[in-house]
């Protein structure tokens, strides 16, 4: 928590960061994007083949195949698919840089030099991990309903004037909402909970293979557990 305070306190000098913010939008973006998008589009052939599979199976038709991927490539998958693997690539990534950093004293360094290493490194990393999960998320969608859509024009007969047509209409803002939601939420975990272990790693090179697992394991938790609570929140809320 006390990690959390002081990051919300930096973000009071972000105008200074904007060159490390730059960079880490780079790492973080630019190199997540492919391995994101190339995952990402086979689950969405997984979802519409199992809803093809199982609705043919209990209801003997695959109209209602689209509807039903859509919401749950919008509430689910898109922003939850995304997140676990950036927790990986990038909160690895991050965990790593930053125990790497106490091993070697970088860190001593930085507070030397009168340079606020929350304000350094968590804030500009939190900022990018926000903007890069939210846009991936959106991206996501887009991959996933073309996977989907190529299920369904191939398996189920559809056209892709209809298969388009059946998502507009089953599709609603809170679909959307929830997706920026859950993306910008994840955003924030994975950065701040790979950061706690950097800062936290033992002084040796397997203190920063250790900070670098318990950072990935404990994302990957609690995305998890945030998808349920925020789920949870959006059904009472809305119906």
């Not at 997706?179 to 800062?199: M, N």
Request: aromatic share 12%; net charge positive; with cysteine.
């Amino acid at each position: 928590m006390r990690l959390v305070e002081q990051t919300i306190k930096s973000f009071a000098y972000i105008y200074r960061r904007h060159g490390e913010i730059l960079t880490q939008l780079y790492e973080q973006g630019n190199k997540s994007i492919s391995i994101v998008l190339f995952a990402i589009t086979f689950a969405g052939f997984v979802v519409a083949l199992e809803y093809t599979f199982h609705m043919r199976l209990v209801l003997f038709t695959g109209e209602m195949v689209p509807a039903f991927s859509a919401i749950m490539i919008f509430r689910e998958l898109a922003p939850t698919l995304t997140a676990l693997l950036l927790a990986t690539k990038v909160g690895a990534g991050i965990a790593a840089e930053i125990g790497s950093m106490k091993v070697t004293e970088q860190l001593d360094a930085l507070k030397l030099l009168h340079i606020n290493a929350v304000e350094y490194l968590v804030m500009p990393r939190l900022v990018a991990s926000l903007f890069t999960t939210t846009v991936l998320a959106l991206f996501s969608v887009v991959i996933c309903f073309i996977g989907s859509g190529v299920v369904a024009v191939v398996k189920l007969d559809f056209t892709a004037g209809s298969y388009i047509q059946q998502i507009q209409v089953m599709l609603t803002r809170v679909d959307l909402w929830m997706l920026i939601a859950k993306a910008a939420t994840f955003g924030c975990v994975i950065p701040l909970v790979s950061c706690y272990y950097g800062f936290a790693c033992k002084k040796s090179a397997q203190g920063v293979g250790e900070a670098t697992t318990k950072a990935v394991v404990f994302s990957s938790i609690l995305i998890i557990i945030l998808d349920f609570v925020i789920t949870t929140i959006f059904s009472i809320a809305v119906y």
